[in-house]
């Protein structure tokens, strides 16, 4: 499906204020992101987070990973506050995490889910940012991940699998951890189900305004074909070094 960056940035601006409290997945994924970047090395000069949002992953980064420079990215301009009031001296990107131009090389780039929002992933664009041995390490999705809302409405991100990601890196980039698991989620109401959506944003997928009866036919629809109301999340933790 066509990704619309716009659409993208304003139902995550919308939305910032209610992540960190909903994004319990998400705060799962920054968790094992940090630890298993750790494992590999926990001392850098210059780290630059992408897609840093409410400062999830941030708030993960200071328990565990030591540095010297701090730099954040992200679409929505209101993430600098978020970013800052855990790291003050944070120099802050706005735009485009494939687009920004840092104004020093990293050691570790790191982002919490975030790259299955891109049609496409520029390794090469990584690889020039980092320092020689520099690590690049993020989470993202699998084809799983919300195969209810695919089965239900045929609405689904093209979510990249651990091959194909594998493919994208490996020629600049050495792979050294790969991780793949399933975490589903469990709703009293197929509506506390679209609530959970659009408090973290993922909603995004498209700009259309449901009436009132597509939204019960929804509910309905889902309530018979998953009448736990489950919903399944299919997070991916990926991390390399640059060759």
């Given amino acids: 499906m066509q990704i619309n960056p716009k659409l993208i940035k304003n139902q995550f601006e919308k939305n910032i204020d209610t992540y960190n409290k909903n994004a319990s997945v998400q705060k799962?994924?920054?968790?094992?992101?940090?630890?298993?970047?750790?494992?590999?090395?926990?001392?850098?000069?210059?780290?630059?987070?992408?897609?840093?949002?409410?400062?999830?992953?941030?708030?993960?980064?200071?328990?565990?990973?030591?540095?010297?420079?701090?730099?954040?990215?992200?679409?929505?301009?209101?993430?600098?506050?978020?970013?800052?009031?855990?790291?003050?001296?944070?120099?802050?990107?706005?735009?485009?995490?494939q687009k920004i131009k840092p104004s020093a090389k990293m050691d570790l780039i790191i982002s919490n889910a975030m790259f299955q929002w891109f049609k496409t992933i520029d390794a090469d664009n990584y690889k020039n940012l980092l320092n020689s041995g520099g690590i690049f390490a993020f989470s993202s999705f699998s084809p799983e991940n919300f195969k209810e809302i695919r089965e239900l409405t045929g609405l689904s991100l093209d979510y990249r699998t651990i091959d194909e990601l594998t493919l994208i890196f490996e020629k600049n980039f050495e792979i050294l951890h790969v991780e793949e698991f399933i975490h589903t989620l469990k709703f009293s109401t197929p509506l506390e189900l679209l609530a959970h959506m659009k408090n973290t944003g993922v909603n995004s997928l498209t700009a259309q305004?449901?009436?009132?009866?597509?939204?019960?036919?929804?509910?309905?629809?889902?309530?018979?074909?998953?009448?736990?109301?489950?919903?399944?999340?299919?997070?991916?933790?990926?991390?390399c070094k640059k060759k």
């Fill in 28 to 97: 799962l994924m920054a968790e094992k992101l940090v630890t298993e970047t750790a494992k590999i090395k926990v001392e850098f000069d210059n780290i630059l987070e992408l897609g840093s949002g409410a400062g999830l992953l941030t708030k993960e980064i200071v328990k565990t990973i030591k540095f010297k420079k701090y730099f954040a990215n992200d679409l929505v301009e209101k993430s600098q506050t978020y970013v800052k009031d855990i790291i003050p001296d944070t120099v802050f990107y706005c735009g485009n995490a």
């Fill in 209 to 239: 305004h449901w009436t009132f009866k597509e939204v019960k036919d929804f509910c309905d629809n889902y309530s018979q074909k998953f009448p736990e109301i489950t919903l399944t999340y299919a997070p991916i933790i990926f991390i």
